[in-house]
């Protein structure tokens, strides 16, 4: 299966990532690395450092046959959601609902969300 994979450098997500390899899934990883670490990245993940706020990901979608998303992307950070509730909000929520809308744009079979 080919599996798309939002903030596969933080802890979470790269340990997602390395279990979907080892049962000889097709991953790919985005992230923009503002919390996470490309070392935590598997080498055999395809990765692309990307800001999914504001990037379209249909082409990422199509070129790798995505037929699952697992997204754990997120500002995680509490005192900043306290000082920047819209940033927040932007990076929490828009962010969502852009992965669920390009979803059904692009048929995809099941979004994992944590």
Request: glycine share 6%; net charge positive; with cysteine.
């Amino acid at each position: 299966m080919n599996i798309l994979v939002t903030g596969g450098a933080g802890f979470i997500g790269s340990h997602i990532t390395d279990e979907y390899i080892k049962r000889n899934h097709k991953v790919v990883v985005v992230d923009n690395l503002s919390t996470g670490s490309i070392e935590n990245v598997n080498k055999k993940a395809v990765f692309y450092k990307t800001d999914i706020c504001k990037d379209n990901l249909g082409r990422l979608l199509e070129k790798h046959k995505i037929e699952v998303i697992n997204h754990h992307s997120a500002q995680i950070d509490v005192r900043k959601s306290v000082e920047k509730p819209v940033f927040d909000l932007r990076v929490n929520l828009e962010a969502t609902v852009k992965l669920l809308q390009a979803s059904i744009k692009y048929n995809i079979k099941k979004f994992i969300f944590a």
